[in-house]
């Protein structure tokens, strides 16, 4: 299995203010994925973040909105920025171990007011 | 595009009785994932399922696949309260650069009653 830490685990901030997100993992991974998980919804893939090299966003996301670090194998950021109350969501980093297996890490709630 | 979907999207039962949530998916994929979601946690891995026929049991659930047909099911065997949570499929594209990208279908809210 894997160990996935996330920081914050939550937070509450203001519309215009920005958020980063942390995230370790306790082993080195080539890749690292971003998901958000808006409230009663289901999870929806953000960008996959890959060491050294920029991050590939899915469709209906953008790298100015959702800028993503992997300065290493075991640690990425995700940064939330100008945030509204749309951006409202729970945020999960996730990796896959083995091309099979595919965990998450504990999510970070964020709620903008 | 990959889309999933499952049915029933709420699902109500009883102690002690059996059902089975379903998962659809529209295009070849690779893998497919179950995850359990209790409120305000994380995704718990269930099970994954890689090929055709595939079938996979732990405690009182039940996993298959069905990649012809495109659909996998999870088996609730004798349903007790501590199962109540919220079930995701998900699945991935064919092919070696989808790993890790799920698309996962709506989840089922599963409520186990006395």
């Known amino acids: 299995s894997a160990v996935i830490s996330q920081k914050p685990s939550r937070d509450i901030c203001q519309r215009g203010t920005s958020l980063t997100i942390q995230c370790q993992v306790d082993?080195?991974?080539?890749?690292m994925f971003w998901y958000r998980q808006q409230p009663g919804q289901s999870l929806t893939l953000i960008a996959t973040?890959?060491?050294?090299?920029?991050?590939?966003?899915e469709s209906g996301f953008v790298i100015d909105k959702f800028p993503i670090s992997r300065p290493n194998l075991t640690f990425s950021t995700l940064t939330v920025s100008n945030m509204s109350p749309e951006d409202s969501s729970i945020y999960l980093c996730?990796?896959?171990?083995?091309?099979?297996?595919?965990?998450f890490g504990p999510g970070t709630r964020l709620t903008v007011t | 595009e990959l889309k999933v979907e499952q049915n029933p999207l709420f699902l109500s039962m009883q102690e002690g009785k059996n059902y089975t949530i379903y998962c659809n998916y529209s295009?070849?994929?690779?893998?497919l994932y179950w995850y359990r979601q209790d409120p305000g946690k994380s995704l718990e891995s269930l099970f994954v399922?890689?090929?055709?026929?595939a079938v996979k049991q732990e405690g009182r659930l039940m996993a298959s696949l069905d990649t012809k047909a495109r659909l996998s099911t999870l088996h609730i065997t004798a349903a007790v309260h501590d199962l109540s949570a919220t079930y995701f499929c998900?699945?991935?594209?064919?092919?070696?650069?989808?790993?890790?990208?799920?698309?996962f279908g709506q989840g089922t809210i599963l409520t186990v009653h006395p």
């Open positions: 996730s990796v896959n171990r083995v091309g099979d297996e595919q965990y």
């Open positions: 082993s080195q991974v080539t890749m």
């Open positions: 973040a890959n060491q050294g090299s920029e991050a590939t966003y």
């Open positions: 295009t070849t994929s690779d893998r």
């Open positions: 399922l890689l090929s055709n026929g």
């Open positions: 998900a699945a991935t594209n064919a092919g070696g650069t989808s790993y890790g990208k799920l698309t």
